[in-house]
């Protein structure tokens, strides 16, 4: 793995997070340092059935369209995305075995026709309705996502978890690097721009509302601090490491949880020693950036919460969203590749756990944990 091309793709990822126009470049530059055909960050709406690729190399047109309309409902392996440790890379093969998983209709009929043999993937970030994972898709002069496709997906994962995170505290509103005290103003949330020592050299309108206010962050003697003495640590550590540029930045600083008196809030770090950054950390004589803002709610997506409410296993799990979101065991059989022996196995191990008696009685329960004021044993 060469380092010099590591850290030319960290500091393209991180230039990209304040101008989303160098995204289509950045994913492309991700494929060829993984060794993928295809690499995106997707946000998958589990409440609303719905996708949305945020980021994304080129795709074929009638495929992509074909995955938004149909085939993301489809995917086997999405299930175990809403499971997985944020910012873990998770090869395919780790979720379903690759005999079964070649056996299953999106394989065969989305995969497959592209050429495509094998992914990985890692969570970016969860929240009540979803989550929103990076994919790396590899065809067949690739080979399996081995151990050296994880080793580079590893590498990329926490830098590509910040930049997403950024971009998304920035609405994904072109700031320009050179400029940050004309542009950030106008961003609902706190931006700090420090030094290596902690101390704000500039803070937007939001930001000095937050230190003004004092709860979550203040500013004694002009240095930053959190309330919280973990958080305050840890936002010391974030800016000592990026002194030292992008590369030393690592997970450090990614997502900061700090405590407020309505609710949590989350920091988020970005270096501004390289890469277009730098004319902005220079006028300011800032290392880093810091993006402050109020957090969701700390709520289960509804098929997390059943499952975990009434221990599903993974292939229990694969059969219920089937149900819910495909239709009765003839359609779910071939989506998962089983046959509807398997299938209805699986289903008789659900109503025993659940208490539901039929189909339409699952639906009912996902149902419930979408909506807060109806409870789940009501649903049934």
């Known amino acids: ?3 010099e091309r590591l850290l030319q793709l960290v500091g393209d990822i991180y ?5 989303p126009g160098l995204w289509p470049c950045v994913c492309e530059a991700i494929c060829e340092f993984v060794g993928c055909r295809q690499s995106s960050v997707v946000f998958q709406n589990v409440v609303r059935n719905h996708v949305d690729i945020y980021l994304t190399s080129p795709v074929d047109p009638h495929y992509r369209e074909l995955f938004l309309t149909e085939y993301f409902k489809l995917n ?15 090869p395919a093969t780790d979720v379903l075995a690759r005999e079964a998983f070649v056996q299953t209709r999106f394989a065969r009929e989305w995969l497959t026709p592209q050429g495509y043999l094998d992914a990985g993937f890692a969570t970016l970030e969860k929240s009540s309705v979803g989550c929103t994972f990076m994919v790396g898709i590899r065809g067949g002069r690739q080979g399996l996502f081995d151990d050296d496709a994880r080793r580079r997906f590893d590498a990329v994962v926490p830098h590509l978890r910040r930049a997403v995170l950024i971009g998304k505290t920035l609405d994904m509103h072109k700031v320009e690097a050179a400029a940050l005290s004309d542009t950030l103003d106008k961003i609902g949330a706190g931006i700090f721009l420090a030094d290596a020592d902690a101390r704000v050299v500039h803070a937007n309108a939001h930001g000095r509302a937050q230190l003004a206010d004092g709860d979550v962050l203040s500013a004694r003697g002009g240095r930053l601090m959190a309330s919280d003495p973990r958080a305050d640590h840890q936002l010391r550590d974030a800016l000592g490491a990026a002194e030292h540029g992008d590369a030393a930045m690592g997970r450090k600083g990614i997502e900061v949880s700090l405590k407020g008196r309505d609710g949590r809030y989350l920091a988020h770090a970005l270096p501004l020693k390289d890469g277009e950054r730098r004319s902005a950390g220079t006028a300011y004589d800032a290392v880093a950036a810091l993006f402050v803002r109020k957090a969701a709610l700390d709520v289960l997506s509804p098929l997390e919460a059943v499952t975990k409410e009434y221990q599903l296993t993974p292939a229990e799990l694969r059969v219920l969203r089937g149900i819910v979101d495909v239709g009765g065991v003839p359609e779910v059989a071939p989506v998962l590749g089983v046959s509807e022996t398997t299938v209805k196995a699986h289903l008789r191990s659900i109503y025993e ?10 639906v009912k329960l996902v149902a419930a944990y979408v909506n807060p004021l109806l409870s789940p044993s009501t649903a049934l």
């Open 1 to 3: 793995m060469s380092d």
């Open 15 to 19: 230039d990209a997070s304040l101008d």
């Open 353 to 362: 756990k659940t208490g539901a008696k039929r189909q339409a009685d699952l």
């Open 76 to 90: 086997p392996i999405f299930p175990a995305v809403m499971f997985s440790e944020i910012g873990r890379t998770v």
